[in-house]
């Protein structure tokens, strides 16, 4: 390791000056994050957030690519999965800042644009695009996953600028969509050929460091009935009966699947890393018709290393043999299963890198050595497994504290995006190696 490599050879005088950095600018930054919560970037509505964002890394004097979400490579690149048309729009964009050179390494500063719905929003107790911030937290649909981390990734780069520092490494900062959907927008990324020495990406994962993630299945769930009038209910098979029924089964294979769970590394204390998800559910066409057809959407999880062919295929094997052993699906068509979305194996971080010891060090003194860095898994799908499983770089996921994120009232802790602010700017210039 030479001298430039850990945050702990900087000295004490040069973190307090990069900490300042990130203090002063800390009101520009919340303003920032709070411009990109008031983007609806639904998605298939991110180009407007973009825009924003294109706009204040060119004013800064990055290099910018800013490219498409690249649906010729689905079905073609192992990195990308199915998805509907209206899912192959959008475009991604990568600044980039080019390193001093001298020896130092490159670093990929990742995050994503495009946030989930927001649900019922008048059980928002402010609306959920009108950003507010109420003791000491900014609520608001993507506040904490993962508009924060946005913000955080640009205004260290900023501090370090203002603090006199410059990076012997070249610096990249993504600014991604389709995560929510399918990660065909970090997919397209890696295809584009960008690659560098380590990877962070800050979701909100409370201050702590990914060390394993799930894999992933997005499926479609087509049931069909019998359709028939109520008064000879005897003729007919509805769908919806039918579609519960499947449910409950589908309920006992996950919880062989979670079972599995006590024989893994890191998932052993997660009570349930499979989170069987029926997401949307839509079925029938007449009041008062038995219904013909009923439609599910949802998603699994599995564990890393899991092959996501032989989870889909467990998957499809129990709709099939519901409808072989239960009587009630008799005469029925069957069932149909379509993967609609990311269908992606999980990653480990393994203990020891260079780069963990270097986020470790950073968190410390971003925290002027309060307590160490922890790390946990992670039972969801994260943009940076494409990066790890099928770029094989090393890939850190660290960000601050958010709550109830996906769901109703989603909100960020300023202070903790401070303090994460500061430990990527330390970071970063332990990682890419500093001039003064
Ligand atoms: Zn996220």
Not at 193 to 211: I, K, M, N, Q, S
Not at 324 to 346: C, I, L, Y
Not at 394 to 410: A, F, M
């Amino acid at each position: 390791m030479g001298p430039h490599e850990r945050p702990s050879s900087l000295s004490p005088e040069l973190v307090r000056r990069i900490c300042a950095a990130v203090d002063e600018r800390f009101d520009e930054q919340v303003a920032f994050l709070s411009d990109l919560v008031r983007h609806v970037s639904l998605r298939g509505r991110e180009e407007a957030v973009q825009d924003m964002v294109e706009g204040s890394l060119r004013a800064r004097g990055y290099d910018i690519d800013r490219f498409p979400v690249d649906g010729a490579l689905v079905g073609i690149h192992p990195a990308f999965s199915w998805a509907a048309e209206e899912h192959l729009r959008g475009t991604n964009i990568v600044a980039t800042m080019k390193g001093r050179g001298g020896g130092g390494r490159s670093l990929a500063l990742n995050a994503h644009v495009d946030v989930v719905p927001a649900g019922v929003e008048d059980r928002w107790s402010s609306p959920p695009f009108e950003p507010v911030v109420r003791d000491g937290w900014m609520h608001g649909r993507g506040s904490a996953d993962m508009k924060a981390g946005l913000s955080a990734n640009v205004f260290a780069l900023d501090a370090l600028q203002a603090a006199g520092v410059s990076l012997r490494g070249d610096v990249q900062v993504h600014s991604v969509v389709e995560e929510e959907t399918t990660g065909n927008g970090a997919a397209s990324v890696l295809a584009r050929g960008y690659r560098a020495d380590a990877f962070l990406c800050p979701e909100p994962t409370d201050e702590r460091l990914v060390r394993a993630n799930s894999g992933i299945a997005k499926f479609a769930l087509e049931v069909s009935g019998i359709p028939t009038h109520p008064q000879e209910p005897g003729k007919g098979r509805s769908a919806i009966d039918l579609a519960v029924r499947l449910m409950a089964r589908l309920r006992e294979l996950e919880a062989r699947w979670i079972a599995e769970r006590l024989d893994k590394p890191h998932f052993a204390a997660i009570p349930n890393p499979v989170s069987l998800t029926f997401g949307t559910i839509s079925g029938g066409e007449w009041q008062a018709s038995v219904a013909s057809a009923c439609r599910i959407k949802g998603r699994i999880g599995f564990y890393p290393g899991d092959d996501p062919r032989r989870r889909t295929r467990e998957f499809e094997d129990c709709v099939a043999s519901t409808t072989g052993d239960d009587p009630a699906f008799a005469g029925a068509p069957s069932p149909t299963v379509h993967w609609n979305g990311s269908v992606h194996a999980g990653y480990e971080l393994e203990p020891g890198t260079a780069a963990e010891a270097v986020l470790s060090s950073a968190h410390a003194a971003a925290r002027e050595g309060a307590d160490g860095l922890r790390s946990s898994p992670m039972p969801c799908y994260l943009d940076a497994a494409v990066f790890a499983v099928h770029g094989g770089m090393t890939t850190l996921v660290y960000g601050p504290v958010g709550e109830r994120i996906h769901g109703i009232d989603e909100r960020v802790d300023l202070a903790s995006l401070r303090r994460v602010t500061k430990t990527i700017a330390l970071f970063a210039a332990g990682w890419c190696g500093i001039d003064v």
